[in-house]
């Protein structure tokens, strides 16, 4: 706030003894205006004191991290958040186990047999490649997913053996070099109207053989 010189009428601030500093006399000053004075600076003061405490109070970012790790120090907590991060980790995975489950059930059964039918077939021609033959009608699948005594094994080729989708296991026989795969059907019955036979793969797709050109740039 500003006051005015009644004698030269220059401006000037209010000083304590209300003197102009340009012409020397001393100006009455109301008490009104001394006390409206003395409370802005009264309440600046007041302000800025508020803001210094308040500053003061608030922990700084290196205290906050001090007290946590002061906090995972303590077997007790660290312990408790172990825990709980092992039971998120198992909810994540039997969500993520259940989304799959649900995606399986949505196809038919007899979809989901000629999958496994033809992820059987491709694991046999690869036990053939291998070992130069098919695994007998005695051994049945075992050497897709057991070491086998043919020379050449290099399974597993399959990781586990499953029953088709009405629980019956897959039937599989050698005759002559001829593979005969399937499974028996919801009804449960070989040789009936409901079998499903394992489509046959493409072994060109599956075992692609090098062509001309690149013999000739190996050579």
């Not at 409901?194 to 046959?200: F, H, K, R």
Request: proline share 10%; charged share 30%.
């Amino acid at each position: 706030m500003k006051l005015r010189c009644p004698y030269c009428k220059q401006l000037f601030g209010p000083e304590p003894a209300s003197q102009c500093p340009h012409c020397g006399k001393t100006m009455l000053v109301p008490r009104l205006v001394r006390d409206k004075l003395g409370g802005e600076e009264t309440s600046a003061s007041g302000t800025g004191a508020r803001r210094r405490r308040r500053r003061e109070q608030e922990p700084s970012i290196a205290g906050r991290a001090a007290t946590l790790f002061l906090f995972t120090r303590n077997p007790r907590y660290a312990a408790v958040l172990v825990i709980l991060f092992v039971v998120l980790g198992a909810m994540l995975v039997t969500r993520t186990t259940q989304r799959r489950e649900d995606v399986i059930r949505q196809f038919l059964p007899e979809q989901r047999a000629v999958h496994d039918l033809t992820t059987l077939r491709i694991a046999l021609e690869m036990f053939r490649k291998d070992c130069g033959r098919y695994p007998s009608t005695r051994e049945t699948l075992l050497p897709l997913l057991r070491p086998s005594k043919a020379p050449g094994w290099d399974g597993p080729y399959i990781r586990n053996l499953f029953d088709d989708p009405w629980h019956h296991p897959y039937r599989y026989a050698i005759s002559n070099g001829v593979v005969r795969l399937s499974s028996d059907g919801p009804d449960g019955k070989p040789d009936t109207a409901d079998d499903i036979e394992a489509p046959v793969p493409n072994l060109e797709e599956l075992f692609p053989q090098p062509s001309q050109s690149d013999e000739e740039t190996e050579r």
